[in-house]
């Protein structure tokens, strides 16, 4: 059995279908990359995935078990995190307790006290911000703030984690940085979604990808066989005159 199943899942806003009738099945352990052109609607399917929007038709499973629909923190107890493209810490907290928010409200529940504070540290440490507990996301750059992200994401002990363009409008130095992050959570097994539209850097990441180009999937398979495929080349480049 799939871990995440979407099936013919559909949204549309007005007279617009933002996604129609999108499916996907991903196992565990798999990271599926998820490309298309702007307006393709690779935010609203993640945003139908994580609880924020509900899906006019069609229906999500998480381990056989039907939560389309459900509220994004009824989500999160059941095992989907997510972080997002435009990072949103709390900016009042502290870096160490902007990810216990993650340790005491996600899957686990974790108690608080030093236990929880030293699994937040434990965290900040793996996605690279050892020693910076103390400090406001204000004091961060911009790579780091989407660190204390991943770090808040990560303590709610996800099932399945989806990440919305977690490279955007970082530098090529700090793309590498973020590329060697995703890496070391494939490598821990952990189930990822990742939305980006940095091609080359979903290619390299994913093992799976789908392709999304208004509303519709157009493709779906492995990174080199959808780099490939005519469809997926004239959506992003477009035709030859003449062709």
């Known amino acids: 059995m799939a871990l995440l199943e979407v099936e013919r899942v559909s949204k549309a806003f007005g007279g617009v279908r933002a996604v129609s009738e999108v499916s996907f099945a ?11 052109p702007n307006g393709s609607g690779k935010s609203t399917l993640l945003n139908l995935v994580a609880g924020a929007l509900v899906p006019d038709e069609g229906r999500i499973r998480l381990d056989g078990e039907d939560v389309a629909g459900l509220a994004p923190h009824r989500l999160c107890r059941k095992g989907i ?3 997002f493209q435009l990072v949103r810490p709390f900016m009042g907290l502290s870096v160490r307790d902007n990810v216990l928010v993650g340790l005491l409200y996600g899957r686990r529940g974790a108690p608080g006290g030093k236990p929880a504070a ?14 910076r507990g103390g400090a406001l996301p204000s004091e961060l750059t911009a790579m780091d703030r ?15 984690l ?6 955007a409008g970082l530098t090529a130095t700090e793309t590498e940085s973020a590329m060697a992050l995703i890496r070391t959570l494939r ?5 990822l979604v990742l939305v980006e539209h940095i ?11 789908i392709v999304l180009s ?21 959506v992003y480049l477009g035709s030859a005159p003449g062709a």
């Open 26 to 36: 991903l196992g565990e352990g798999e990271v599926l990359g998820v490309m298309g």
């Open 81 to 83: 995190a997510r972080t």
């Open 118 to 131: 030293d699994e937040a540290d434990r965290l900040l440490a793996l996605v690279g911000l050892a020693g």
């Open 146 to 160: 989407k660190r204390v992200e991943l770090a808040r994401a990560l303590a709610a002990a996800p099932r399945v």
């Open 162 to 167: 989806l990440l919305d363009e977690f490279m």
């Open 187 to 191: 490598e821990r097994g952990l189930t």
């Open 199 to 209: 091609v080359w850097a979903l290619l390299d990441l994913s093992q799976r990808i």
């Open 214 to 234: 208004a509303g519709e999937k157009i493709a779906d398979g492995a990174p080199a066989a959808v780099a490939a495929d005519p469809t997926v080349v004239d």
